[in-house]
């Protein structure tokens, strides 16, 4: 069974930076697809960034492009995003997921099989 555990979230000011880590247990990171997706108040969970088994292939949504970076440490099994120049409207859980590789970029959350308890993220204006 693989596990999820989300650590990073916090309190920021607006144009400030957080990192989130991901640590991966039950299976090699080398074999899954990993997302970051993100849930605000009364909002629907939505698609945060992607990077594929092979960490070459990575996708966002537009409006964290420029500012967050996805990226993977297979030998340490962890998954990171980095979010530089934060805004207000990025407050939100921020979710963890994993998957199979299924030979494309994964931006929905069925394309995942497992997820993290997930690490709220606050910033303030």
């Known amino acids: 069974q693989v596990q999820l555990v989300e650590s990073g979230g916090g309190l920021v000011q607006a144009g400030g930076s957080l990192r989130l880590s991901c640590a991966v247990s039950?299976?090699?990171?080398?074999?899954?697809?990993m997302g970051w997706f993100r849930q605000a108040p009364g909002k629907e969970r939505e698609f945060v960034a992607t990077?594929?088994?092979?960490?070459?292939?990575?996708d966002y949504t537009e409006s964290v492009k420029g500012r967050f970076t996805i990226s993977r440490d297979n030998a340490k099994n962890t998954v990171y995003l980095q979010m530089n120049s934060l805004k207000p409207e990025d407050t939100a859980v921020y979710y963890c997921?994993?998957?199979?590789?299924?030979?494309?970029?994964?931006?929905?959350?069925?394309?995942?099989?497992?997820w993290g308890q997930g690490t709220q993220v606050t910033v303030s204006s």
């Open positions: 997921a994993a998957g199979p590789p299924r030979g494309v970029i994964v931006t929905i959350q069925r394309g995942y099989d497992y």
């Open positions: 039950g299976r090699t990171l080398s074999r899954l697809v």
């Open positions: 990077i594929d088994s092979t960490g070459y292939n990575t």
